[in-house]
Each structure stands twice: as C-alpha cells, then as structure tokens.
Nanobody, 125 residues
C-alpha cells in the first residue's frame, strides 16, 4: 500500500507561481509511474504531468508545457509540481497518483492504484 499526501495549494493571481508537493509513504520502493492530475468544477479529471520512475521520462499536457515542471526527490519520496505563469483556467483540485505498474493509458487517472486527497489551486484574474 502507498499513501499520498499533497500540499502547497492556495490562491494566487494570474501570472503567479505555486509549488505543489506530494509525499509518498508505505511501499514506495521500486519503479512504476506517478502523475499529477487536476479536476476543475464540472469537468472530468485531466492529466497534467506524468513520470516513468525507471527511465525518469516526464510528459506534460499541452496545456501546461513550458509553465509546469514536475520532479521527484527519491530521498524524500516526494513528487513536486512547480507551476509558473498560472492562468485562471488552471484553477482546479490537483492531486497526485501512483502505481507500481505503468501499463495501459497512464493519462487515465482511473488506472492508478493510489491517489491522494488533493489540494486546491485557485488562480484569480
């Protein structure tokens, strides 16, 4: 079992920055995939950034490329999402997800075994 706890959300003005953290505990050893997802009110979940732990490859949604940077600190078992130049359309609940297996469509949050509770990001115009 893996537990994921996010932090770092808040309210910022458009153009501002935030850094989200997702600390993992439990059975965190090994490879697998981790990702950041978000869900805005009235919308379905959207994959934001995804990491293959084995290779270190990271993929971003087109909507956040150039503005969001994901990183993994193995010593701290923490996944980060640095967000700059935030836009009102980035407003959503952000949550991290993880799984020891990377098969299937990793942009689909339902294929991840573990998910955090989420942290709210609100960007005002």
């Amino acid at each position: 079992q893996v537990q994921l706890v996010e932090s770092g959300g808040g309210t910022v003005q458009a153009g501002g920055s935030l850094r989200l953290s997702c600390t993992a505990s439990g059975d965190t050893a090994g490879s697998g995939c981790m990702g950041w997802f978000r869900q805005a009110p009235g919308k379905g979940p959207e994959g934001v950034a995804l990491l293959y732990r084995d290779s270190g490859e990271i993929y971003y949604a087109d909507s956040v490329k150039g503005r969001f940077t994901m990183s993994w600190d193995n010593a701290k078992n923490t996944l980060y999402l640095q967000m700059i130049n935030l836009k009102p359309e980035d407003t959503a609940t952000y949550y991290c997800a993880g799984d020891h297996q990377c098969g299937g469509n990793i942009w689909d949050v339902t294929r991840f075994r573990y998910r955090g509770q989420g942290t709210q990001v609100t960007v005002s115009s």
